[in-house]
């Protein structure tokens, strides 16, 4: 079985520029996360898809960020423009339903992005 | 407010010695606990998850235990390898389609 897809793997630019992020999950998984990773911390939770909807964005800085998952499938998580503190790993994560009933929650490798 | 405390913060060990990572949550009300590896530069592997009537999983050389009273969970890892080098996130699962909480994780480095 294939895992969560993600690219690109790494990432550098400068603030204020924009930048996007491509997430493909486990076919079958109607729940597609996104989770910020600051170095030394937990991921924490951006946005969370249920098929094309959105369940909850309450943690999502709305004013520079933006997901999307027009089809159900694949997903993009955008940051326009760029903050110096947006420097993390962007983990995107699927599972079969919702992971508060126990489902588990696969990880792709991640996106480290860097801004300078 | 749902948290994760995890302990210790690193942590090195020798080949082949074993060690116990802890994990102190106050998610409620609680429904499931996991632990996760997460190798430097990929995204965090499951490696048990416990409901609130297990009070112990294994894992291979991964053990996790569970107190839903005390809200503790540990992870022991036996005759520990080089390639256990990781960090080790407990994630605390609350009822109800809300948010996992994670821990900030343990860094465990084995050395030979």
């Known amino acids: 079985e294939a895992g969560v897809a993600q690219s690109p793997r790494y990432k550098i630019i400068e603030k204020r520029q924009s930048v996007a992020f491509w997430c493909n999950p486990i076919s079958g998984h109607a729940t597609l996360y996104w989770y910020q990773q600051i170095l030394g911390q937990g991921p924490k939770l951006l946005i969370q898809f249920q098929n094309n909807g959105v369940v909850d964005d309450s943690q999502l800085p709305k004013d520079r960020f933006s997901a999307e998952r027009l089809k159900g499938v694949d997903s993009t998580l955008k940051i326009q423009p760029a903050k110096l503190e947006d420097s993390a790993v962007y983990l995107c994560?699927?599972?079969?339903?919702?992971?508060?009933?126990?489902?588990?929650?696969?990880f792709g490798p991640g996106t480290r992005l860097t801004v300078t | 407010k749902n948290q994760v405390e995890q302990s210790p913060q690193s942590l090195i060990i020798l080949e082949g010695k074993n060690c116990t990572l802890q994990?102190?949550?106050?998610?409620?009300?609680?429904?499931?606990l996991r632990w996760y590896k997460q190798d430097t530069g990929r995204g965090p592997v499951s490696l048990t998850i416990?409901?609130?009537?297990?009070n112990t999983k294994s894992n291979g050389r991964y053990t996790a235990t569970l107190d839903a009273d005390t809200k503790q969970s540990s992870l022991h890892i036996t005759a520990s390898q080089l390639s256990d080098s990781a960090s080790y996130i407990c994630v605390v699962s609350a009822v109800g389609n809300t948010p996992l909480v994670f821990g900030k994780g343990t860094r465990l480095s084995v050395i030979a």
């Open positions: 416990m409901t609130f009537s297990e």
């Open positions: 994560a699927s599972s079969l339903g919702l992971a508060g009933v126990s489902h588990e929650q696969y």
């Open positions: 994990c102190n949550y106050t998610v409620s009300p609680f429904s499931n």
